[in-house]
Nanobody
Framework: QVQLVESGGGLVQAGGSLRLSCAAS????????MGWFRQAPGKEREFVAD????????YYAHSVKGRFTISRDNGKNTVYLQMNSLKPEDTAVYYC?????????????????WGQGTQVTVSS
């Protein structure tokens, strides 16, 4: 069982930066591939970025590639999402997810555990 708690969301102006954190409980965090997803008002949840359990392999949605960076610190049981050059269209609730598999995926139903989400609002 893994519990995930996101933090770091907030209100930021367009062009600004935020760093989201996702703290995981349990001693097996390093066994899980991790992903970030987001859901904007009135839209379905969508993939943002993912990271293999060893932190080597990453994949990004086209809309955030070059602006967002996913990383993890297995010693701290935490995965991060550094978000730069934020745009109003990045406004959403951001969720982290854990998958009991070495390699991550952009398919949300393949993740086993989810956090409650953190709100990110980007003003124009």
């Amino acid at each position: 069982q893994v519990q995930l708690v996101e933090s770091g969301g907030g209100l930021v102006q367009a062009g600004g930066s935020l760093r989201l954190s996702c703290a995981a409980s349990g001693r097996t965090f390093s066994s899980y591939a991790m992903g970030w997803f987001r859901q904007a008002p009135g839209k379905e949840r969508e993939f943002v970025a993912d990271l293999s359990k060893n932190g080597v392999t990453t994949y990004y949605a086209h809309s955030v590639k070059g602006r967002f960076t996913i990383s993890r610190d297995n010693g701290k049981n935490t995965v991060y999402l550094q978000m730069n050059s934020l745009k109003p269209e990045d406004t959403a609730v951001y969720y982290c997810a854990a998958r009991g598999f070495p390699i991550a995926t952009m398919t949300e139903y393949e993740y086993d555990y989810w956090g409650q989400g953190t709100q990110v609002t980007v003003s124009s």
